[in-house]
């Protein structure tokens, strides 16, 4: 019993930590069609920026409260800064190219982003381990789990329902789909593709960073965390289907638990666990649970 609940636990943290790491690579290619692997990237400079000021903030001594917009208020400064900075310099000029060359258009701009790191916050790792305790821990039948995991739950609901919401409910939203339906027709319409290019891509590289930034309180940040990302959340969006919000979602859970699963009733098989279930679901389903579906021109 004890078990099975600590792989609930463990796997919906575990996934929420996904979803909001990957939902951002998700909608990129979704709008663009964009293999965007410099999201590793944006989920590095969110979770340096993130433990980087809350290091200076706590110095000072001041309550550990305010840390808890320090964290997105990091994130959104990474993400629109970097993300503006990579579209309009770089990506705006290789719209229509080779889906190949642009993966090794934005592989360049990772390796680039990675560097970068290293020259504003050097080798050495940070710890800013303050809000992960700020609200200490809650019992879940006996087992001792952090109020921080659970907030972590909460902001990946809130994430995703906003994500919905603005996608089906508002105007913005719905053009952004005619986008993702037919660039060509949404051109020809009137709709300023290129516009909703960039802003599909600093929200995209924001969202990276949020997913950096709130996760850095309960890791070692350090150089390489950001090829560690890229790869779970490339398994994570081609489970739950390509471009689709929902399936990141469903994805992220389905990962999340088979990672806990294998944690609690076999250690070694932690991280073969997620590459046999990705096998399993693209054995069945070869484009994901939720592909979009891609038209074809007669």
Avoid at 92 to 119: H, N, P, Q, S, W
Avoid at 153 to 161: D, E, K, Q, R
Wanted: zero cysteines; a neutral charge; hydrophobic letters at 60%.
């Amino acid at each position: 019993m004890l078990t099975a609940i600590a792989i609930a636990v463990d796997g919906l943290g575990f996934a929420a930590w996904l979803f909001l790491s990957s939902v951002g690579l998700t909608l990129i290619y979704g709008v663009m069609r964009i293999l965007n692997i410099a999201h590793g990237g944006f989920y590095a400079l969110g979770a340096y920026s993130s433990a980087w000021a809350i290091g200076l903030y706590t110095a000072t001594g001041s309550t550990t409260a305010l840390t808890f917009l320090i964290i997105p208020l990091a994130a959104l400064a990474a993400g629109v800064v970097s993300g503006l900075i990579v579209e309009r310099g770089i990506l705006k000029f290789m719209y229509g190219r080779d889906e190949v060359l642009m993966v090794l258009v934005t592989y360049a701009i990772f390796l680039i982003l990675e560097d970068v790191t290293k020259l504003i916050w050097g080798t050495e790792s940070y710890v800013a381990w303050q809000p992960a305790f700020y609200f200490g821990t809650i019992d879940v039948f006996g087992i001792p789990y952090t109020v921080y995991k659970f907030l972590i739950i909460a902001v990946a609901l809130i994430v995703g329902l906003v994500l919905f919401l603005g996608l089906n409910r508002t105007r913005v939203g719905k053009l952004l789909l005619v986008v993702i339906e037919d660039r060509e027709i949404s051109g020809a319409l009137g709709i300023n593709v290129t516009r909703f290019f960039t802003i599909t891509f600093v929200i995209g590289a924001t969202l990276g960073a949020l997913g950096g930034a709130i996760t850095a309180p309960e890791i070692s940040v350090s150089p390489g965390i950001g090829a560690e990302i890229i790869v779970l959340s490339f398994a994570v969006i081609v489970i739950g289907g390509m471009g689709s919000i929902g399936g990141a979602m469903l994805g992220a859970i389905i990962v999340g638990f088979a990672r806990a699963a294998s944690v609690h009733l076999y250690p070694p098989a932690e991280l073969f666990s997620i590459y046999l279930v990705m096998a399993a679901v693209l054995a069945v389903k070869p484009y994901g649970l939720f592909a979009l579906a891609e038209s074809r021109k007669i």
